[in-house]
């Protein structure tokens, strides 16, 4: 892939007010460029330094006046994240300050605004990066918790392209033995045992089965846990939204039924990001517009990934609370006893001990009684989706989907050789999951593609 060599500026540091910004240039005129608008104090000129190396000064306009006084950092080509030559000027913060160095930068010809992700494209075309890190980049700036951060940061140090490569390793091995074989047949050369091949490949997909199962926690360190609050009306759910959500987004009345829709938030809960939606009660109703509130929470328990069923320990357990419990997949669903600041000696637990929860917590949402403990099932159940980090991680859909083309094809080649089909056959399927693996780590992929994972990017990265 081609792209122009000009030179691109852009600040590097987040809108609005701050003790210092970044001002990064990158490209063949960086160096010089800087050398126009750079009163080194003692130190050299821009065009003089070494890489790696700093130098304090004023920082000028084209009419020789002060912007500010500033710290220059020059990076030497390839020494430098994008791979070019590099400058950053660190200058006192506020938009203002950066804005105005930043116009006077792009006053140097051949330097232009960089687009979105530019630097980080740059740094890929530069093969400085993969587009797996490439795009850990992007999760990085965006990552919430710290989890999701040691996440972004070990594949920014390429576990998942190392994973991908020896998975693309073994495809190439097996085609190059493959293609020795057909191109040599009269040669001394061992046959292909199709059982021992048959083995390689079983591995391989058991392998590749493996990561593509990271893509769940990937999608919940990403996304979040999109958790449902259900249960009957009154049981608390509202309260209980509203307290985990620090806000008082649902109506919460003593009339039953009161939450018709779903109401949706995002909220932090520890280290883990919670989708949060309070759903109208589970109950049997005549009214049409519960009616289909109820039958949205139902199927929204079906896609939920955590399930808060909530229980009012204040009274004995109606049918209601059965029907509920019949519904509810227990391997992803927390037992919530709500209202324990006045619990009733009629609350029947029995019933609810036949039902096998990821865990139950006695809590009062109006006293907000236990939430810690709440908090920390959550994070246990969480922490049960967690794959180690250093095994690399499907991070997002474009990567879940070459994956999943190459795995295909991988079983596709396993049936051909299980079915004893020409090895040609089987070379065919092998080629075209190498080149899924290829479009993954970005090894071999479109213009569109590449465009489209630095569109996510912001301006400056
Ligand atoms: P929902 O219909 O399940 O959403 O229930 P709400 O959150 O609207 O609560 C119904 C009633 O129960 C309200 O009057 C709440 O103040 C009350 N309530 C909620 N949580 C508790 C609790 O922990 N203890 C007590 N005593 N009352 C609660």
């Given at each position: 892939?081609?792209?122009?060599?000009?030179?691109?500026?852009?600040v590097a540091t987040p809108n609005g007010s701050g003790g210092m910004a970044v001002i990064r240039i990158s490209g063949p005129e960086a160096v010089s460029c800087s050398d126009q608008f750079f009163q080194p104090l003692r130190g050299k000129l821009p065009s003089q330094?070494?890489?790696?190396?700093?130098?304090?000064?004023?920082?000028?306009?084209?009419?020789?006046?002060?912007?500010?006084?500033?710290?220059?950092?020059?990076?030497r080509n390839p020494h430098s994240y994008t791979g070019e030559d590099t400058v950053e000027i660190s200058c006192h913060g506020g938009r203002y300050l950066s804005q105005k160095i930043?116009?006077?930068?792009?006053?140097?010809?051949?330097?232009?605004?960089?687009?979105?992700?530019?630097?980080?494209?740059?740094?890929?075309?530069n093969g400085k990066l993969s587009l797996t890190q490439a795009e850990a980049v992007a999760d990085l700036i965006s990552a919430s918790g710290e989890n999701a951060v040691r996440y972004a940061r070990t594949l920014r140090d390429g576990a998942t392209f190392r994973k991908i490569s020896a998975f693309s390793q073994v495809i190439l091995e097996t085609l190059s033995d493959l293609a020795v074989w057909a191109d040599y047949p009269d040669e001394d050369i061992p046959n292909i045992d199709a059982d021992t091949l048959g083995v390689?490949?079983?591995?391989?997909?058991?392998d590749m089965h493996q990561l593509m199962s990271s893509?769940?926690?990937?999608?919940?360190?990403?996304?979040?846990?999109?958790?449902?609050?259900?249960?009957?009306?009154?049981?608390?759910?509202?309260?209980?939204?509203?307290?985990?959500?620090?806000?008082?987004?649902?109506?919460?009345?003593?009339?039953?039924?009161?939450?018709?829709?779903?109401?949706?938030?995002?909220?932090r809960l520890?280290?883990?990001?919670?989708?949060?939606?309070?759903?109208?009660?589970?109950?049997?109703?005549?009214?049409?517009?519960?009616?289909?509130?109820?039958?949205?929470?139902?199927?929204?328990l079906a896609q939920a990934d955590l399930i808060l069923a909530v229980f009012?320990?204040?009274?004995?357990?109606?049918?209601?609370?059965?029907?509920?419990?019949?519904?509810?997949?227990?391997?992803?669903?927390?037992?919530?006893?709500?209202?324990?600041?006045?619990?009733?000696?009629?609350?029947?637990?029995?019933f609810l001990l036949q039902f096998s929860p990821v865990d139950t917590v006695e809590i009062s949402a109006k006293?907000?009684?236990?939430?810690?403990?709440?908090?920390?099932?959550?994070?246990?159940?969480?922490?049960?989706?967690?794959t180690p980090a250093e095994d690399g991680m499907i991070a997002n859909e474009r990567q879940r989907v070459c994956l999943e083309n190459a795995i295909s094809a991988v079983q596709e080649a396993a049936d051909a050789l299980a079915m004893g089909f020409a090895l040609d056959a089987v070379t065919v399927s092998l080629d075209a999951a190498a080149d899924a693996l290829l479009q993954l780590t970005g090894e071999r992929v479109t213009d569109k593609v590449v465009d489209t994972v630095f569109s996510r990017f912001c301006v400056g990265k």
């Open positions: 892939m081609q792209y122009s060599t000009d030179t691109i500026a852009a330094m070494e890489g790696y190396t700093c130098s304090y000064g004023y920082f000028i306009n084209a009419n020789h006046e002060i912007l500010d006084d500033v710290v220059l950092t020059v990076f930043l116009r006077t930068v792009l006053t140097c010809s051949r330097v232009r605004l960089a687009e979105a992700g530019e630097f980080t494209k740059r740094a890929f075309l390689k490949m079983q591995q391989l997909l058991s893509y769940d926690y990937g999608k919940i360190l990403r996304e979040g846990l999109h958790t449902v609050i259900a249960g009957k009306p009154n049981v608390g759910k509202s309260t209980l939204f509203n307290v985990l959500s620090g806000c008082e987004r649902s109506i919460v009345t003593d009339i039953a039924g009161t939450t018709r829709d779903v109401v949706e938030e995002q909220i520890g280290d883990v990001i919670l989708r949060l939606s309070d759903t109208a009660g589970v109950h049997h109703t005549a009214d049409t517009v519960e009616k289909i509130g109820v039958e949205r929470s139902l199927s929204s009012d320990m204040s009274q004995p357990l109606s049918d209601e609370d059965r029907v509920l419990l019949d519904k509810l997949p227990a391997e992803k669903t927390i037992l919530v006893y709500n209202k324990s600041d006045k619990s009733s000696a009629a609350f029947n637990q029995d006293n907000q009684d236990n939430i810690t403990e709440l908090q920390n099932a959550v994070e246990h159940f969480a922490a049960r989706h967690a």
